[in-house]
């Protein structure tokens, strides 16, 4: 029974022992999966928009993500909602749609079509407006726009400006 | 210290100290084998080979291959393929196995399935042969992304996203799978290492399982015959061979694996040296463009079905369906009511459901490669609705069967 009883403790005080240990590798394997420092500061992209044509889609790159960037005809501007003109950038008094160009269904690079003012991902048939609303499942939301600080007549990706921050009071992006 | 005495021969050398005949008479000659089967049961021996033959071509590649996002592309289709001597030979093996190894764990599977095999006292053969499938699955889906191609790019990119739990929105944790924002340097490295290391000791691991998971209950056969396999093996080795109804693994049943076996490498190298094609996507021949969607991404063809179930519904739906369609038949041994182990064709309207889920299976890999567009559509909505008409139905079409 004694010696029953030194071998329970002796189990036990192994468990904790293993506990402890196990719990802490566990920590160390988590981050050493996560993203490197390096990768994550590297997440500033300035584009300039000043040469930039109308309806035609100008894609750039920020943190190895394809980022559309489209100017609106005046006859888009006019014929657009409320909840389209929310999402729009205006700088200089032109119309801007600047979002990331994955489809947030599961991030293909959805393709725009000029003719139809559309886009339209190749992977599960979602399709998105001009302003990169979705019209056609399955994506669930609207294309993402990045967090961005206008200067002048560029723009910079990463950083959280004036307007972006408007954006984010009334709910547009996330 | 246990008594050891001068030994006689090598083999009695040997035999002291780790008992050889024992292990040779537990593992072969007085392992049992019922006689009543056909050659869908080779599929195992067909596997294991199988595997060897990913696990030899793939120690070749792994000589030449650079888990580099510079240079991974050109480590494979530039070295391996012009300068290493028969460097093509490992590649288009390691592709063509990759591809018919789920072939024949998909008869393998039908199989089990149509015997019956998966129940009173085989469900842990069941159990561990689906973790063989799932971990198989990630090992090919890891391996795909080495050549780092658009293909593998856009996979690995579509395949991570569906960890953000639709609009649960957990991007985090997508972000630290891939190690990046998006496929990266990290995200090649760490596969490349599941590839190579873990998910094949993983493998490993669970073949020996899947083995040890046979030795109680023993292999099914054809009638699904209840065998007395003390008294018949006691009958075989009494001199009875010829009423006995089983036989040794080795010699007497391996010699008929390794027929099939051979058939089977015949086919096997006729793809490798002729028609290894299918096995290479022609789109993986672009090297990896992050700004740039391939016009139709489409899984390789063992992956159709479920991704078929994954693309007709809105993107919860189709993430949970696609997530139910991925464990579901891991339950097939507890939705199966049925007290009858036999053949799907004696046991009324199951015949019916296994067939149909055959076809339903072709149906939605042939809907999985068609663009999404139109008819195609729909009858792959359907065909994924046919697939979960066929689970809910399952215990209640059992439950009513007549016992044999």
Same mark, same amino acid.
């Given at each position: 029974?004694?010696?029953?009883?030194?071998?329970?403790?002796?189990?036990?005080?192994?468990?904790?022992?293993?506990?402890?240990?196990?719990?802490?590798?566990?920590?160390?394997?988590?981050?050493?999966?996560?993203?490197?420092?390096?990768?994550?500061?590297?997440?500033?992209?300035?584009?300039?928009?000043?040469?930039?044509?109308?309806?035609?889609?100008?894609?750039?790159?920020?943190?190895?993500? #394809?980022?559309?960037?489209?100017? /609106?005809?005046?006859?888009?501007? &006019?014929?657009? =909602?409320?909840?389209?003109? @929310?999402?729009? *950038?205006?700088?200089?008094?032109?119309?801007?749609?600047?979002?990331?160009?994955?489809?947030?269904?599961?991030?293909?690079? #959805?393709?725009?079509?000029?003719? /139809?003012?559309?886009?339209?991902? &190749?992977?599960? =048939?979602?399709?998105?407006? @001009?302003?990169? *609303?979705?019209?056609?499942?399955?994506?669930?939301?609207?294309?993402?726009?990045?967090?961005?600080?206008?200067?002048?007549?560029?723009?910079?990706?990463?950083?959280?400006?004036?307007?972006?921050?408007?954006?984010?009071?009334?709910?547009?992006? @996330? | 210290?246990?008594?050891?005495?001068?030994?006689?021969?090598?083999?009695?050398?040997?035999?002291?100290?780790?008992?050889?005949?024992?292990?040779?008479?537990?593992?072969?000659?007085?392992?049992?084998?019922?006689?009543?089967?056909?050659?869908?049961?080779?599929?195992?021996?067909?596997?294991?080979?199988?595997?060897?033959?990913?696990?030899?071509?793939?120690?070749?590649?792994?000589?030449?291959?650079?888990?580099?996002?510079?240079?991974?592309?050109?480590?494979?289709?530039?070295?391996?393929?012009?300068?290493?001597?028969?460097?093509?030979?490992?590649?288009?093996?390691?592709?063509?196995?990759?591809?018919?190894?789920?072939?024949?764990?998909?008869?393998?599977?039908?199989?089990?399935?149509?015997?019956?095999?998966?129940?009173?006292?085989?469900?842990?053969?069941?159990?561990?042969?689906?973790?063989?499938?799932?971990?198989?699955?990630?090992?090919?889906?890891?391996?795909?992304?080495?050549?780092?191609?658009?293909?593998?790019?856009?996979?690995?990119?579509?395949?991570?996203?569906?960890?953000?739990?639709?609009?649960?929105?957990?991007?985090?944790?997508?972000?630290?799978?891939?190690?990046?924002?998006?496929?990266?340097?990290?995200?090649?490295?760490?596969?490349?290492?599941?590839?190579?290391?873990?998910?094949?000791?993983?493998?490993?691991?669970?073949?020996?399982?899947?083995?040890?998971?046979?030795?109680?209950?023993?292999?099914?056969?054809?009638?699904?015959?209840?065998?007395?396999?003390?008294?018949?093996?006691?009958?075989?080795?009494?001199?009875?061979?010829?009423?006995?109804?089983?036989?040794?693994?080795?010699?007497?049943?391996?010699?008929?694996?390794?027929?099939?076996?051979?058939?089977?490498?015949?086919?096997?190298?006729?793809?490798?040296?002729?028609?290894?094609?299918?096995?290479?996507?022609?789109?993986?021949?672009?090297?990896?463009?992050?700004?740039?969607?391939?016009?139709?991404?489409?899984?390789?063809?063992?992956?159709?079905?479920?991704?078929?179930?994954?693309?007709?519904?809105?993107?919860?739906?189709?993430?949970?369906?696609?997530?139910?369609?991925?464990?579901?038949?891991?339950?097939?041994?507890?939705?199966?009511?049925?007290?009858?182990?036999?053949?799907?064709?004696?046991?009324?309207?199951?015949?019916?459901?296994?067939?149909?889920?055959?076809?339903?299976?072709?149906?939605?890999?042939?809907?999985?490669?068609?663009?999404?567009?139109?008819?195609?559509?729909?009858?792959?909505?359907?065909?994924?609705?046919?697939?979960?008409?066929?689970?809910?139905?399952?215990?209640?079409?059992?439950?009513?069967?007549?016992?044999?």
């Amino acid at each position: 029974m004694e010696k029953s009883s030194r071998r329970g403790f002796m189990g036990k005080a192994f468990g904790a022992v293993a506990g402890v240990g196990a719990v802490g590798s566990l920590v160390a394997m988590k981050q050493s999966w996560d993203p490197l420092p390096s990768v994550k500061s590297a997440g500033f992209t300035e584009i300039d928009l000043s040469s930039v044509e109308e309806n035609k889609l100008v894609v750039e790159k920020w943190r190895g993500k #394809p980022i559309f960037v489209l100017k /609106k005809t005046a006859e888009m501007v &006019a014929e657009q =909602g409320a909840d389209e003109l @929310a999402r729009d *950038i205006i700088i200089g008094g032109s119309h801007f749609m600047i979002s990331i160009g994955l489809c947030t269904h599961l991030g293909c690079i #959805p393709a725009y079509r000029e003719a /139809k003012k559309d886009f339209q991902c &190749a992977c599960h =048939g979602g399709e998105f407006n @001009a302003s990169g *609303i979705e019209t056609k499942s399955p994506p669930p939301s609207p294309l993402v726009i990045p967090p961005f600080k206008v200067a002048g007549n560029t723009v910079l990706l990463g950083e959280e400006g004036p307007e972006y921050k408007k954006m984010k009071e009334a709910g547009v992006v @996330a | 210290m246990a008594h050891f005495e001068k030994a006689t021969s090598v083999k009695d050398w040997l035999n002291q100290r780790l008992a050889i005949e024992k292990v040779e008479k537990v593992m072969a000659s007085e392992y049992w084998i019922p006689k009543n089967i056909n050659f869908l049961w080779a599929m195992g021996m067909v596997l294991a080979i199988t595997f060897a033959l990913l696990l030899v071509s793939g120690i070749f590649l792994l000589m030449y291959y650079q888990p580099n996002v510079e240079t991974a592309f050109d480590s494979v289709n530039y070295t391996i393929m012009q300068e290493v001597g028969f460097g093509w030979l490992w590649r288009h093996v390691h592709a063509v196995a990759a591809s018919v190894v789920f072939l024949i764990i998909y008869i393998h599977m039908l199989t089990g399935i149509y015997y019956g095999s998966y129940k009173k006292g085989r469900e842990m053969i069941w159990i561990s042969g689906m973790l063989l499938f799932v971990t198989f699955s990630a090992e090919a889906f890891s391996g795909y992304m080495l050549p780092w191609g658009q293909m593998s790019y856009w996979a690995g990119m579509v395949i991570t996203n569906l960890f953000s739990a639709g609009s649960l929105e957990l991007n985090g944790i997508v972000e630290w799978l891939r190690g990046d924002y998006v496929p990266g340097q990290a995200f090649l490295n760490r596969f490349f290492m599941l590839h190579v290391l873990l998910l094949p000791l993983a493998i490993i691991g669970l073949i020996g399982i899947h083995f040890a998971a046979l030795r109680i209950p023993h292999v099914n056969n054809q009638d699904g015959e209840e065998i007395d396999f003390e008294a018949e093996s006691k009958k075989y080795l009494a001199g009875d061979k010829a009423g006995s109804k089983v036989i040794r693994f080795a010699n007497d049943f391996m010699s008929k694996d390794m027929f099939v076996l051979s058939v089977f490498l015949m086919f096997f190298f006729y793809l490798t040296f002729f028609q290894y094609g299918f096995a290479m996507d022609p789109v993986n021949f672009d090297p990896a463009d992050g700004l740039k969607t391939p016009a139709h991404i489409y899984p390789e063809w063992y992956f159709l079905w479920s991704y078929e179930i994954l693309r007709p519904f809105s993107k919860d739906l189709g993430l949970i369906a696609f997530g139910i369609a991925q464990v579901i038949f891991f339950l097939l041994p507890f939705m199966d009511r049925s007290p009858n182990v036999a053949p799907a064709n004696r046991r009324g309207p199951f015949k019916i459901w296994f067939w149909i889920m055959v076809v339903d299976l072709i149906v939605l890999t042939a809907m999985g490669k068609l663009p999404p567009a139109g008819i195609f559509n729909t009858i792959g909505l359907i065909a994924a609705l046919v697939f979960f008409a066929l689970w809910i139905s399952l215990p209640f079409i059992t439950k009513s069967e007549k016992k044999l």
